[in-house]
């Protein structure tokens, strides 16, 4: 597809979370209408969106009649079932592409992948039983992160070992799920960059935050880094290696560590990310509009930073300081409409102009 798409199209965007919500603005904002195909009841999606689909990734015949109903299929995270993809891609494209997705669904497909690029990754082995669990602690070592293959998120399907005694208890905690063993990484820091390449093969990055998380949440995204300029070329040039590999059309966000030793890729995600939020108030064009305008076929936006950001996720209770935030200067607020607070539930972030 090289011909962008005209005023008036329809993105489908699978998956009806915040992420689908602020790319549905975004694509508002751009004179193009979405449909949004969610499981869940009151997606915070379906309040913006032009349509929306209730619908299990199961339900075939919902499936086609959405992918019918659209230009190009989006989606918001990474674990729509291939089933519901087959469907949908007889019909119309899916951006970013069923081998980028696929390659960031599986942490082992993915740390090979990236290791065949010739990137730095943690070292790394298979786990398929007790034994190979046993020979991984000697191979790597400990400390370890014993993690499930697929369908981790914010820190949950992970185990960390802290001796070879914890072998039998955390391989107990994958419940027979595949999984690799992680070697720990020494970090000074955790920093993320949020790279978009568009069909004509241009790529532009947004500059690298730091990151922190709490109890394996996001907590904040600080930018700019507090990281040497020659890191955050490195950044830069190793995102752009990896969209170019994937021909990868889209946003995507490269989660890094920062070592002694130079940067460590710790996970890809295929689709606009929780620590490129600050872009929405430090850019001329935020990562959603930059990756509607990737997907869309159109140029790619300026995603220079203007302002310097302190992005800071609202978790569940901090709803209650909303009111209080209304009130300081330079402070953004973006909420998701959540009915629910829930302990651990993202109902919403911040941005503080910092600088
Ligand atoms: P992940 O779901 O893989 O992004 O892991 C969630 C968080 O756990 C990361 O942001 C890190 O803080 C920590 N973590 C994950 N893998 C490692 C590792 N190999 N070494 C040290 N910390 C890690």
């Avoid at 299990?56 to 919902?62: R, T």
């Avoid at 300081?321 to 911040?350: F, N, W």
């Amino acid at each position: 597809m090289t011909d962008p798409l005209p005023t008036g199209a329809t993105i489908g965007i699978l998956g009806g979370g915040q992420l689908g919500r602020m790319l549905s603005v975004a694509a508002a904002r751009l004179g193009l209408r979405t449909h949004i195909f969610e499981p869940g009841k009151d997606a915070p999606a379906g309040d913006v969106a032009h349509h929306v689909t209730t619908a299990p990734y199961e339900d075939a015949d919902a499936l086609t009649a959405f992918a019918r109903s659209v230009d190009l299929v989006t989606y918001e995270f990474e674990n729509v079932p291939t089933s519901a993809l087959d469907t949908i891609e007889a019909i119309v494209p899916i951006h970013p592409n069923r081998r980028a997705l696929g390659t960031s669904q599986d942490r082992m497909t993915e740390k090979t992948f990236l290791q065949e690029l010739g990137l730095s990754v943690a070292p790394f082995a298979d786990i398929t039983d007790a034994a190979s669990l046993d020979a991984a602690i000697i191979e790597i070592g400990v400390p370890a992160i014993l993690k499930t293959r697929r369908f981790g998120y914010d820190g949950k399907g992970q185990v960390r070992l802290h001796s070879a005694q914890d072998a039998a208890a955390a391989f107990a905690d994958m419940a027979g799920a595949p999984a690799i063993l992680e070697g720990f990484v020494d970090f000074t820091a955790e920093i993320s960059i949020i790279a978009a390449r568009n069909p004509q093969g241009e790529v532009a990055c947004y500059d690298p935050g730091m990151n922190v998380h709490r109890d394996g949440i996001l907590h904040t995204t600080t930018v700019p880094a507090q990281i040497p300029a020659s890191l955050r070329t490195d950044a830069v040039l190793l995102a752009a290696r990896i969209l170019n590999a994937l021909e990868y059309v889209g946003v995507m966000g490269v989660e890094l560590f920062v070592t002694p030793r130079g940067l460590i890729v710790n996970e890809i995600a295929p689709r606009v990310h929780n620590s490129g939020h600050w872009t929405q108030n430090g850019c001329a064009v935020d990562q959603f509009e930059q990756h509607i305008r990737a997907i869309a076929g159109w140029p790619l936006g300026d995603g220079s930073r203007h302002s310097d950001v302190t992005m800071e996720n609202l978790i569940g209770a901090d709803m209650e300081r909303v009111p209080a935030l209304a009130t300081e200067a330079g402070c953004a607020i973006h909420l998701y409409g959540k009915a629910e607070i829930k302990a651990g539930r993202k109902m919403g972030h911040i941005n503080r102009i910092t600088g």
